[in-house]
């Protein structure tokens, strides 16, 4: 399909998008300057450290609750939860956990260029994705 064109990418037509440890996402558009998808976190699962490089992103929290944990440390959380949307700036490093019971599902689109997702050790950590 041709980048200048509109067009629609049913469920089925998603792709596994950029992996991090915990988190399942899918992936519906990937240009030059943007990564939209879907993402889910299963019942307490943690995900790994990671950033998004030079993009900045924004999660609409559909179902469940979505913890982040962020700053120095990591020591800066908040729950977001469904009809919330959550913003990300470059290369803050971050991760997401799903505290409940039931699995937690977002929309996320990101703006920039470059690798989407850098995978950390830990808060302040230098790349591992090798």
């Known amino acids: 399909m ?3 064109r509109v ?10 998008g950029p992996p991090t ?8 558009v990937d240009s030059e300057r943007m990564w939209a998808g879907v993402l889910r ?4 699962v943690v995900s790994g450290w990671h950033h998004h490089a030079d993009y900045e992103s924004s999660i609409y929290v559909l179902s469940g609750v979505v913890r982040m944990e962020f700053g120095p440390g990591g020591a800066e959380t908040f729950d977001a939860l469904p ?5 990300v700036p470059p290369s803050a490093i971050h ?29 302040g950590a230098e790349d591992v994705s090798g």
């Open 2 to 4: 041709g980048a200048n």
């Open 7 to 16: 067009r629609r990418i049913p469920a089925d037509e998603r792709v596994e």
């Open 21 to 28: 440890p915990g988190m399942i996402r899918e992936q519906a």
């Open 41 to 44: 976190t299963e019942p307490g």
């Open 83 to 87: 009809g919330d949307f959550v913003f």
């Open 95 to 123: 991760r997401e956990s799903n505290p409940t019971g039931e699995p937690a599902d977002a929309v996320v689109v990101r703006s920039g260029s470059g690798e989407s997702i850098v995978n950390v050790e830990g808060p």
